[in-house]
Structures are given as structure tokens and as C-alpha cells.
């Protein structure tokens, strides 16, 4: 069963710093990753999608790197906002006969303080 | 986001009773998906559909059953329900009409928060 660790579980950083975000898993053999932020009270919001054959992925302040042969992501936050106060989530897709199954880290809690 | 829909957003119920929640999409998504979230465990899968009456069980199917009778509908029904199904549930949905779209971003809905007191 693929095992997904987040590092570090909660992180309380001043606005303007540039963050970065670990995920791990034990299982190599994935299709992709996908990077979520979730909003107290609320669902999901998908961030950046890196597929397996990819090295990185950008979305304006964000970008994911991923190095699936040591079964590790990272997510850098340029420039963090109080608007960035969320849990990240990273989450491998499995590959063979799961369906594109999505397998869940615990998540890191951000806090951006002005 | 991705027209998802569920229902209710909140939910309080007796042991033993029957509940189900529900899941609408507007945009034809083949795949579709239940997920628990708790406390310490993070989100976890119960059911998956991967097309009209085509489902399959997650990693906590237990107690859960699942029904997709029309592609924008997919239901999950709790028998009879237990306070370990205190949770917060999910849809999501993987974007796409094609076999192969289990592979494209997933997105959630804003989740039922179902109390079983």
C-alpha cells in the first residue's frame, strides 16, 4: 500500500518568505502527482497536477518539482501571502489495476502571518 | 468547482439508521469518487465508479455501498449507520469523458459533514 508522508505537519512563517513543502511516498510506480490546498471547513482546491514523466510544474507563485525514482515531491511557495494560510495536501496517483486511485498525505498546515 | 454538487452539506443522524448523500456533476466526468476525511487519517477511499452502474470498492468500504444509476449521479448509502461514520465526505471527480481519465486532475466538492449521534 502506497505511504505518504508530509514534512513538516505545520509550519507558522512572516508574509514575503519563500517556503518549501516535502512529500514522500514509498511506492515509485505512480502515473502522477497532484498538490491540493483545503480551506478550513472546505473541500479541495487543485493546485498543480505534475505528471510522472515531468521534473516540474508552475503556477504563478507555485511550483512542484517531482523525483518519482526516490519517491519524493516538493511544492515551493514564492513570496508567501496571509492569503496562503491553508493545509497542503500532496497526493500520488497509483498506477496498474487501481483507476487512477489518489492516495492522501496527512497534509501541512501553512500560517502566514503579516 | 468541475460542477459538483453534494448533498446535504450537513447531516445529523441516529445509530442505525439509513443515510445517503449525494453526489450530482453536470459535465458527464466518467470517474467519480467517495472519500472520507478524518482527524489523524487523513482522506481515505470508499467507493469509486468508473462509469454507469460500474463501482468498486476503496480501502474503507465497510458498511458503505455505492450506486450509479445515471452518469451525474453517484450515491453512497450508509445501511446502518455507526458514530465510527462521523466524518466529513467528499466527491470528487477525475475531469474527463475518456477510459483513460482516471489520470486527469481530481477535483472535490465541498463535502457533507454527517454526525451519528
Known amino acids: 500500500k502506497q505511504e505518504v508522508t508530509q514534512i513538516p505537519a505545520a509550519l507558522s512563517v512572516p508574509e514575503g518568505e519563500n517556503l518549501v513543502l516535502n512529500c514522500s511516498f514509498t511506492?515509485?510506480?505512480?502515473?502522477?502527482l497532484q498538490w491540493f490546498r483545503q480551506d478550513p471547513g472546505k473541500g479541495l482546491t487543485s493546485l498543480l497536477l505534475?505528471?510522472?514523466?515531468?521534473r516540474e510544474q508552475t503556477s504563478g507563485r507555485l511550483n512542484a518539482s517531482l523525483d518519482k525514482s526516490s519517491g519524493r515531491s516538493t511544492l515551493y511557495i514564492a513570496a508567501s501571502q496571509p492569503g496562503d494560510s491553508a493545509t497542503y495536501l500532496c497526493?500520488?496517483?497509483?498506477?496498474?489495476?487501481?483507476?487512477?486511485?489518489?492516495?492522501f498525505g496527512r497534509g501541512t498546515q501553512l500560517t502566514v502571518w503579516p | 468547482d468541475a460542477g459538483i454538487t453534494q448533498s446535504p452539506r450537513h447531516k445529523v443522524t441516529e445509530t442505525g439508521t439509513p443515510v445517503t448523500l449525494r453526489c450530482h456533476q453536470t459535465?458527464?466526468?466518467?470517474?467519480m469518487y467517495w472519500y472520507r476525511q478524518d482527524p489523524g487519517h487523513g482522506l481515505r477511499l470508499i467507493h469509486y465508479?468508473?462509469?454507469?452502474?460500474?463501482?468498486d470498492k476503496g480501502e474503507v468500504s465497510d458498511g458503505y455501498s455505492v450506486s450509479r444509476s445515471k452518469t451525474e449521479d453517484f450515491l453512497l448509502t450508509l445501511e446502518s449507520a455507526t458514530s465510527s461514520q462521523t466524518s466529513v465526505y467528499f466527491c470528487?471527480?477525475?475531469?474527463?469523458?475518456?477510459?483513460?481519465?482516471?489520470?486527469?486532475?481530481?477535483?472535490f466538492g465541498n463535502g457533507t459533514r454527517l454526525t451519528v449521534t
Open positions: 470528487a471527480i477525475s475531469v474527463g469523458q475518456g477510459e483513460s481519465s482516471y489520470n486527469s486532475p481530481l477535483h
Open positions: 511506492d515509485s510506480a505512480i502515473y502522477n
Open positions: 505534475i505528471q510522472s514523466s515531468q
Open positions: 497526493a500520488p496517483r497509483g498506477g496498474g489495476s487501481t483507476l487512477g486511485r489518489l492516495y
Open positions: 459535465e458527464n466526468h466518467r470517474y
Open positions: 465508479s468508473y462509469g454507469v452502474k460500474d463501482t
